[in-house]
């Protein structure tokens, strides 16, 4: 496993290239997150001439807000559907053209019968929406790295 510093500099990397493709497409990017808490969109915020493209974001912990803002469908929230609608209602919600989104259970604990590690990601972008599910190990901030790295690489692989 890689230390933090090094996940923390690919995801600014990562970062970095997503502004160079929306710079190049001129296109708005937003993110839908949940159990990054807002991770991602700090790194897009830091990114170069964030305030050209990155439209912002929805931090949809609780599924209440997921269900309400979101648009997700009620029921489970960690499953690829949840995070496409996710992805999808905050395209819709900010006005943007390509958006990421996660879902999750970062742990320590198993939720919705899922154990702490499984994350669900989307990326929407245009009439596409690729959805993944991976299955990360290591402590909960380790999670939430490897969650951010994963999902700026499927939005900059979906906008490229």
């Known amino acids: 496993m890689r230390a933090p510093d090094e996940l923390n500099e690919d995801a600014s990397a990562l970062a970095r290239d997503i502004a ?41 912990y609780a599924s209440a807000v997921k269900f309400a803002v979101l648009g997700v469908p009620e029921g489970p ?6 995070a496409a609608a996710m992805a999808r209602g905050a395209a819709t919600a900010v006005g943007a053209d390509a958006a990421v989104a996660v879902t999750g259970v970062g742990g320590p604990d198993p939720q919705e019968g899922q154990p702490a590690g499984t994350v669900c990601l989307a990326a929407t972008y245009a009439d596409t929406t ?11 901030d380790e999670v ?15 906008i490229s």
């Open 20 to 60: 160079e493709l929306a710079d190049k497409h001129d296109l708005t990017v937003a993110v839908a997150e949940s159990l990054t808490g807002g991770k991602l969109a700090c790194h897009l915020a830091a990114a170069p001439d964030s305030g050209d493209w990155f439209r912002g974001g929805i931090v949809a």
């Open 77 to 82: 929230v960690i499953t690829e559907a949840c």
């Open 130 to 140: 690729n959805t993944r599910t991976c299955h990360f190990d290591g402590e909960p």
């Open 144 to 158: 939430l790295d490897q969650t951010v790295v994963q999902a700026l690489r499927m939005l900059r692989d979906l």
